[in-house]
């Protein structure tokens, strides 16, 4: 099983829809959570960190947490052209990231 | 302010020959790691650098990977000697320690041919 997993891609949203990325982590431990952006041929990106429970909201962004599901989600709001990149979701164990293997998002305008 | 550097961005090598890529964090930043993604697979974990101190090296994949960080600011990793294996892009990532964010760099792509 792997640490992270993220739900399959690609993803295709019209341009002002809602995409809703997924994932899941094996490890109960964990306690940091990181959704991160990377367009192609670029860093990724820190776009959202969450760390209790619950819904954190940032601009268009909400990312959604809840640790007895070992579940972790990111939603795009309002969807733009600009948002079309890869989504990682990582956890972090004793400092060091697990990432999901990565969701891409296009949006079609 | 500046972000996390990396020097340099492409690098084609021969197996057998060494490499060696370098990492400027973010001003002030003590945490320092090292990351791979090879073809196909998520970003992988490295090593941790506090300081100048190797806090977790778990994740290097041999002896033939070296990592340093002399004065505890820019680090360097050297693939010694290089196998086809290697090939991938290596990210390095910093963060101040005070929550668990990390920032990562550019990336340097390793091609061993």
């Known amino acids: 099983q792997k640490e992270v997993e993220q739900n399959s891609g690609p993803l295709s949203v019209p341009e002002g829809a809602i995409a809703s990325l997924n994932c899941t982590y094996s490890?109960?431990?964990?306690?940091?959570f990181f959704w991160y952006r990377q367009y192609s041929g670029k860093s990724p990106e820190l776009i959202m960190s969450?760390?209790?429970?619950g819904d954190k909201e940032d601009g268009r962004f909400t990312a959604q947490l809840n640790k007895a599901s070992q579940y972790v989600s990111l939603l795009i709001r309002d969807s733009q052209p600009s948002d079309s990149a890869t989504y990682l979701c990582?956890?972090?164990?004793?400092?060091?990231?697990?990432f999901g293997a990565g969701t891409t998002v296009t949006v079609r305008a | 302010e500046a972000g996390v550097t990396q020097f340099p961005s492409h690098s084609v090598i021969e197996k057998g020959q060494t490499v060696t890529l370098r990492c400027d964090p973010i001003?002030?930043?003590?945490?320092l790691y090292w990351y791979r993604r090879v073809m196909g697979k998520e970003i992988k974990f490295l090593l941790h650098?506090?300081?100048?101190?190797?806090?977790?090296e778990s994740g290097m994949p041999n002896n033939r990977f070296l990592a340093e960080r002399t004065g505890g600011t820019y680090s360097t990793l050297k693939v010694q000697p290089a196998e086809l294996e290697d090939s991938g892009v290596y990210f390095c990532?910093?963060?101040?320690?005070?929550?668990?964010?990390?920032?990562f760099g550019p990336g340097t792509r390793l091609t061993v041919t």
């Open positions: 650098f506090v300081k100048e101190s190797k806090q977790d």
């Open positions: 490890d109960r431990v964990s306690q940091s």
């Open positions: 990532a910093s963060g101040d320690g005070s929550s668990y964010e990390q920032y």
């Open positions: 001003s002030g930043h003590d945490n």
């Open positions: 969450i760390y209790s429970n």
């Open positions: 990582a956890v972090n164990g004793d400092y060091k990231l697990s």
